[in-house]
């Protein structure tokens, strides 16, 4: 499904976090899709369980998946935030990431095809 790095200094609940995410952004992990088990994701990656459950009760936390007790976790339907503080929280912080990019020398036009990247699913690193 994807892979971590072990030497990141992210911790791998959060890289395991933030592949989801993406994941379920770019509709690779369809609405209602179940995901994989904590065992099956543990022995997949050769982490701890405890680490998936962790990166799982964080993704439940932001809305991203629901658990169904005895069934497993499953991708949330069109998650759309209605929480406005973190919207705006966002937006803020994009403002401040877009204004040191543009003093840094990059274009509106170099952000915009970020922007597109992004929403293509093509992230380039």
Do not use: C, W
């Not at 998946?65 to 069109?78: A, E, L, R, W």
């Amino acid at each position: 499904m994807f892979e971590l790095d072990l030497r990141s200094r992210m911790p791998i609940y959060e890289q395991l976090v933030e592949k989801l995410k993406h994941l379920i952004i770019n509709d690779v992990l369809q609405q209602d899709e179940k995901l994989p088990s904590v065992r099956e994701l543990a022995q997949q990656l050769t982490i701890n369980p405890n680490t998936i459950q962790k990166a799982y009760r964080e993704l439940e936390a932001q809305g991203y998946i629901y658990s169904v007790k005895g069934k497993g976790s499953f991708v949330n339907p069109t998650f759309q935030s209605e929480d406005k503080e973190k919207v705006a929280e966002v937006r803020l912080e994009l403002r401040k990431l877009i204004a040191e990019a543009m003093y840094i020398g990059m274009t509106a036009q170099e952000i915009v095809e970020l922007i597109d990247e992004v929403k293509g699913g093509s992230q380039h690193d």
